[in-house]
């Protein structure tokens, strides 16, 4: 959920930030390989992620379906597979939005200090105190469910995590003296923020993008789950877990449990590869 | 009649906001460079000589105040627009730092530092900078310039890279450089070759230079006129040769008495007290708490400049005590 940067998420991420290289290497490929499952997904999967055989529904795992198939009989290994592209898609957008304007946001702050900074930080802690879910949540409501009014939603969401990361950075930069240097030698405020202070933030900006990504991920899926992001039959993983719920009580777990499986693997995998990220950028001591 | 100086400073006053009120930090500072002199500004830490280079330069940070007038070819600095302004800053003069390393973005390359300035300001385009960036290096004595060009601040030694800033200060010809204790920061068999670099860089180009130092007998050695700094105020202007060989200032004869000496092996002596901040001064002389020489008067009334040998210097006795102060300094 989006409250990731509260006291325990802090925690979490001190622990990931300290597990060491092992965890980095680990978390580049598990985090690597979820991402080449988005992108080559649909064309990997064994079956049409979309084809119902009412005659091979519920069955559980076995040779023909490695993970089952679901109440309508399609594979759940095709659907999951297939629904990592959408799933994927989702935060990656969000964090596109967010990443974009709070950066933008924080080297405006920075750069301009005093009474601008002051403003900016008040309005970021409004933000912060918007619980992100019910954000989206509404926004579907206003805008209708699909994809487009949970992920804009959520990219709002997540901006101020990624200003009040990126904006600490930009402070120390802004006041580096490479900066003055710059000013004297006749470039305009906006060259020195494009061309010097955007790319020396960058580290930063990556990390707190790849930590938020696994957030982001959650809440989408989990506004999905809800009913009013992605909408089945499209094959998503929330949408999974929730089409799955009704197979729980016959004890077929293997739908909600694979989807759900995925979603914490992903979320976890890309926490830790954050956290590694930004204690290896300098921009957290 | 001589011609106007490139470069003056007239009753420069700059105050801090501070709690409510306000703080001096330079007072009645007056002083000028002429074309193709060099002219160094001398004081302890905090004496105010960085805040009037700053002041001059239009990089007061918030909160400050300048008053008087600053001159540059007979236009007003302080008044400057935007446009004139960046005109000022990256055309006519240039600021050499003491700590290169800080004032340079260390995730370029010293090629990429050096040229996007002159380029972007249009003075020439990229190959010609590069060019004429190289011709520089080599002039201060950079081996394989090309190469260094390709490099990384880190992959660069201090004295080196002090040396590529003079080259970026000369690259966009200006008239006046201000030095800020260029040498300070470095390592000390790196500081001759490097004061040395720069001065005769600046000679042969007929540049003006503003050099800031705390280091009395380097300024007498490479300047032409010394302006000797205390608690934010000038206490005595005149020729470098003349000040070192014949203070007119008990704090200039106090500190040429501190320096030490290679000739006789003695105790290295101190100045009495400590030194004060411009807001700390009271009504009186700043210097007279630590003044071997102050009286009444000095503690009462501030000293005006006076006229004395050809120099101007602050002091209410400097007639009285002028003889006695060469005394004591030899």
Same mark, same amino acid.
């Given at each position: 959920?989006?409250?990731?940067?509260?006291?325990?998420?802090e925690?979490?991420?001190?622990r990931f930030?300290?597990?060491?290289?092992?965890a980095?290497i680990?978390?580049?490929?598990v985090?690597?390989?979820?991402t080449?499952?988005?992108?080559i997904?649909?064309?990997?999967?064994?079956?049409?992620?979309?084809?119902?055989?009412v005659?091979?529904?519920?069955?559980g795992?076995?040779?023909?379906h490695?993970?089952?198939?679901?109440?309508l009989?399609?594979?759940?290994?095709?659907?999951?597979?297939?629904?990592?592209?959408?799933?994927f898609?989702?935060?990656? #957008?969000?964090m596109l939005i967010?990443?974009?304007?709070?950066?933008?946001l924080?080297?405006?702050?920075?750069?301009?200090?005093?009474?601008?900074?002051r403003?900016v930080?008040?309005l970021l802690n409004v933000?912060f105190?918007?619980?992100?879910?019910?954000?989206?949540?509404l926004?579907?409501? @206003?805008f209708?469910?699909g994809?487009?009014a949970p992920v804009?939603?959520?990219g709002?969401?997540?901006?101020?995590?990624?200003a009040r990361? #990126?904006r600490s950075? !930009?402070?120390?930069?802004r006041?580096?003296?490479?900066v003055?240097?710059l000013q004297?030698a006749g470039m305009s405020?906006?060259r020195?923020?494009?061309r010097?202070?955007?790319?020396?933030?960058?580290?930063?900006?990556t990390?707190?993008?790849?930590?938020?990504?696994?957030?982001?991920?959650a809440?989408?899926?989990? @506004?999905?789950?809800?009913?009013l992001g992605?909408?089945?039959?499209a094959?998503?993983?929330?949408?999974?877990v929730?089409e799955g719920?009704s197979?729980?009580?016959?004890?077929?777990?293997?739908?909600s449990?694979s989807a759900?499986?995925l979603?914490?693997?992903t979320?976890?995998?890309?926490?830790?590869?954050?956290?590694?990220?930004?204690?290896?950028?300098g921009?957290?001591? | 009649?001589?011609?106007?100086?490139?470069?003056?400073?007239q009753?420069?006053?700059?105050?801090l906001?501070h709690?409510?009120?306000?703080?001096?930090?330079v007072?009645?500072v007056?002083?000028?460079?002429?074309s193709g002199q060099?002219?160094?500004?001398?004081?302890?830490?905090g004496?105010?000589?960085?805040?009037?280079?700053k002041a001059a330069m239009?990089?007061?940070p918030?909160g400050t105040r300048?008053?008087?007038?600053i001159?540059?070819?007979?236009?007003?600095?302080?008044?400057?627009?935007r446009?004139e302004?960046?005109?000022?800053r990256?055309?006519e003069v240039?600021l050499?730092?003491q700590?290169?390393?800080a004032?340079?973005?260390?995730?370029?390359t010293?090629?990429a530092?050096?040229?996007?300035g002159?380029?972007?300001?249009?003075?020439?385009?990229?190959?010609? !900078?590069?060019?004429?960036a190289c !011709?520089?290096?080599a002039?201060?004595g950079?081996?394989?310039?090309?190469?260094?060009?390709?490099q990384?601040?880190?992959?660069?030694?201090g004295g080196l890279? +002090?040396r590529v800033?003079?080259?970026?200060?000369?690259?966009?010809s200006p008239r006046l450089i201000f030095?800020?204790?260029?040498?300070?920061?470095?390592?000390?068999t790196?500081?001759?070759d490097?004061?040395?670099?720069?001065?005769?860089?600046?000679r042969?180009?007929?540049v003006s230079?503003l050099?800031?130092?705390?280091d009395l007998d380097?300024?007498?050695?490479?300047?032409d006129?010394?302006?000797v700094?205390?608690?934010?105020?000038?206490?005595?202007?005149?020729?470098?040769?003349?000040i070192?060989?014949?203070p007119?200032h008990?704090?200039?004869?106090?500190?040429? +008495?501190?320096r030490?000496?290679?000739?006789?092996v003695k105790?290295l002596?101190a100045?009495?007290?400590r030194p004060?901040?411009a807001?700390e001064?009271?009504?009186?002389c700043s210097f !007279?708490?630590?003044?071997p020489f102050? #009286?009444?008067?000095?503690?009462?009334?501030?000293?005006?400049?006076?006229?004395?040998?050809?120099?101007?210097?602050?002091?209410?006795r400097?007639e009285?005590?002028?003889?006695?102060?060469?005394?004591?300094a030899?």
């Amino acid at each position: 959920m989006a409250v990731t940067l509260g006291t325990a998420g802090e925690l979490t991420r001190r622990r990931f930030a300290s597990l060491g290289r092992p965890a980095l290497i680990a978390s580049t490929l598990v985090a690597g390989g979820l991402t080449l499952i988005a992108v080559i997904g649909p064309w990997i999967a064994p079956y049409d992620p979309d084809a119902t055989d009412v005659l091979a529904a519920h069955q559980g795992p076995g040779a023909r379906h490695l993970l089952g198939t679901d109440s309508l009989g399609r594979d759940i290994l095709s659907r999951a597979l297939a629904g990592a592209r959408l799933s994927f898609a989702g935060p990656a #957008v969000i964090m596109l939005i967010s990443t974009i304007l709070g950066t933008a946001l924080a080297i405006f702050s920075a750069w301009h200090g005093g009474r601008v900074d002051r403003m900016v930080n008040r309005l970021l802690n409004v933000m912060f105190s918007v619980p992100g879910v019910l954000v989206a949540v509404l926004s579907s409501a @206003v805008f209708g469910s699909g994809f487009w009014a949970p992920v804009l939603a959520l990219g709002v969401v997540y901006l101020p995590y990624m200003a009040r990361v #990126v904006r600490s950075v !930009a402070v120390r930069e802004r006041h580096r003296g490479y900066v003055e240097s710059l000013q004297l030698a006749g470039m305009s405020s906006w060259r020195i923020c494009l061309r010097h202070l955007v790319p020396n933030v960058l580290p930063i900006v990556t990390a707190q993008g790849t930590y938020g990504f696994g957030s982001a991920l959650a809440d989408f899926a989990a @506004v999905s789950f809800l009913g009013l992001g992605i909408q089945p039959p499209a094959a998503e993983w929330g949408v999974m877990v929730s089409e799955g719920r009704s197979e729980l009580l016959d004890g077929a777990l293997q739908q909600s449990l694979s989807a759900g499986t995925l979603i914490v693997v992903t979320v976890v995998a890309f926490n830790v590869l954050g956290a590694q990220l930004s204690s290896r950028s300098g921009g957290r001591r | 009649m001589t011609p106007a100086p490139l470069f003056r400073i007239q009753d420069l006053h700059v105050r801090l906001r501070h709690r409510g009120g306000e703080r001096t930090l330079v007072r009645e500072v007056s002083l000028s460079v002429r074309s193709g002199q060099s002219v160094g500004l001398v004081g302890e830490s905090g004496s105010g000589k960085s805040v009037s280079i700053k002041a001059a330069m239009r990089l007061l940070p918030r909160g400050t105040r300048a008053e008087g007038r600053i001159a540059f070819d007979g236009g007003d600095v302080l008044t400057l627009g935007r446009r004139e302004l960046a005109r000022y800053r990256s055309r006519e003069v240039a600021l050499i730092h003491q700590d290169p390393r800080a004032h340079i973005n260390p995730t370029r390359t010293v090629g990429a530092f050096l040229t996007e300035g002159v380029v972007h300001t249009g003075q020439m385009n990229r190959a010609e !900078a590069t060019e004429r960036a190289c !011709a520089l290096m080599a002039d201060v004595g950079i081996t394989d310039a090309a190469r260094r060009l390709h490099q990384y601040p880190h992959q660069l030694s201090g004295g080196l890279l +002090q040396r590529v800033m003079i080259v970026a200060a000369l690259l966009p010809s200006p008239r006046l450089i201000f030095a800020d204790e260029p040498t300070t920061a470095l390592d000390v068999t790196v500081q001759s070759d490097v004061m040395a670099i720069l001065l005769e860089q600046i000679r042969e180009r007929q540049v003006s230079m503003l050099f800031v130092t705390h280091d009395l007998d380097l300024a007498a050695a490479v300047t032409d006129r010394l302006a000797v700094m205390y608690a934010g105020s000038i206490v005595e202007t005149g020729p470098s040769a003349e000040i070192s060989a014949r203070p007119l200032h008990p704090y200039t004869a106090g500190l040429l +008495q501190c320096r030490p000496s290679t000739a006789e092996v003695k105790r290295l002596t101190a100045i009495p007290g400590r030194p004060v901040a411009a807001h700390e001064a009271g009504t009186g002389c700043s210097f !007279a708490p630590r003044c071997p020489f102050a #009286v009444e008067r000095c503690r009462a009334e501030r000293p005006h400049d006076r006229s004395i040998e050809g120099r101007t210097v602050a002091c209410h006795r400097v007639e009285e005590i002028a003889d006695r102060l060469e005394e004591r300094a030899s």
